[in-house]
């Protein structure tokens, strides 16, 4: 009798043990295990709306376009939508959402005519969450962003400026706005978003560099649009610029924290902690874009990733010297002398490049003063009368200004370090 009662209870184990596995595999496939959509970002970008999801796993989807009227679908499986649906914007007039069967979210977009679409994901990172990207663009909205004509008196998007024999040509300053459409930047406590002030300041940078005769600047955004950190760079090289100038607002856990910094690249590590920390978040502004930051594309990797940048930084250091001594005299900076770090958007091996961090947008008096347009425009003259300094001393070759230097007799350039 005892061997038959443990010979029962052995296989009442077994059985429990195999009861418990299957009820683990069941719940592993099951459709009631859904991956989260934790966050929905939408802004324009050049060619139409840039949509990124994040989500808390991988997921399956399927992005279709359905006509009379034009909508876009995305369907995400097994998913459910813990976030608020954001506004529409100029292409997508309308959003909303619902579930399909077996656990799934339906996405439809309501757009203005015909669109096409494109969809991508991106995989957890150590400082990002999962992404599924979907692009929907407007026909010709490429096209015409490159061929459209401007006034060449106004700050304008980037463009091709100069060829490499012209002489007698303008010097040419690119003006990058940080930020933009889905990424925006740092806020203060009163709700001013980085990437309006900058924008705004950069406009009015880019005006006053225009009225400089021998100058022009072209600007890498000029609109609430997303742009990676790589393609400002590379737009500032199709314009053939002479100088790299991006404006941005800092912040910082600490309210008191006030001031303007101004920073170039380093290939030996940061200049201090904050400085790393800075270009850690700066760098991370891709990943709100739904880019991903290590890419393989050849092109791009020789452009980011090129070691012969010693001449460049040196440039770098002496203009971002002098519109740092500009900044000072109008109000606080925050450290007396240029920082270094490795800012992705500052990588250029044949264009002297600079971050001006123009204020704490952390700090209560400093997110006061970029909400007021007469402010934005003494951080922008202050800025420009640092790129002019430079320039008087570092005239590139074949330009205007370097022609008239010399018609002057004016005395040697100034050396860099």
Known sequence: MMEKGFRGMNMARKIARLLALLAITAAASSPLVAAEIRDVRIAASETGTRVVLELSGPVKHNAFVLDDPARVVLDVAKSSLRADLPVADALVTALRAGKL???????????????????STLAATRDSAERLVLDINAPGAAKLAKTVSVTPAAPVAIRPAHAPTESGRD?????????????????????????????????????????????????????????????RNLRAQKARADLFVSIHADSIANPDVSGSSVYVLSERGATNEQARVLAERENAADLLGGIELDDKDPVLRGV??????????????????????????????????????????????????????????????????????????????????????????????????????????????????
Do not use: W
């Open 101 to 119: 069967p077996h656990n799934g979210t339906r996405l439809v977009f309501e757009v203005k005519g015909p669109v096409t679409i494109q969809t």
């Open 171 to 231: 010097i040419i300053v690119a003006v990058d706005a940080g930020h933009g459409g889905v990424d925006p930047g740092a806020s203060g406590r009163r709700g001013t978003r980085e990437k309006d002030v900058v924008l705004e300041i950069a406009r009015a940078l880019a005006a006053r560099i225009n009225q400089e005769p021998g100058m022009k600047a072209v600007l890498t955004r000029d609109g609430d649009y997303f742009i990676s950190l790589r393609e």
């Open 304 to 417: 980011l990733i090129d070691l012969s940048q010693t001449a460049s930084i040196s440039a770098s250091l002496v203009a971002a010297d002098n519109v740092l001594k500009s900044l000072d005299r109008i109000g606080e900076v925050r450290k007396p002398r240029v920082q270094q770090a490795g800012f992705v958007v500052l990588k250029s091996p044949a264009i002297p490049s600079m971050l001006v961090e123009t204020a704490f947008i952390s700090n209560r008096e400093d997110e006061r003063k970029l909400s007021q347009p007469a402010h934005r425009g003494k951080l922008a003259n202050a800025i420009f009368s640092g790129i002019e300094l430079y320039f008087q001393g570092n005239a590139p070759d074949g330009t205007r200004l370097a022609a008239a230097r010399r018609n002057a007799g004016a005395g040697p350039q100034v050396e860099l370090r």
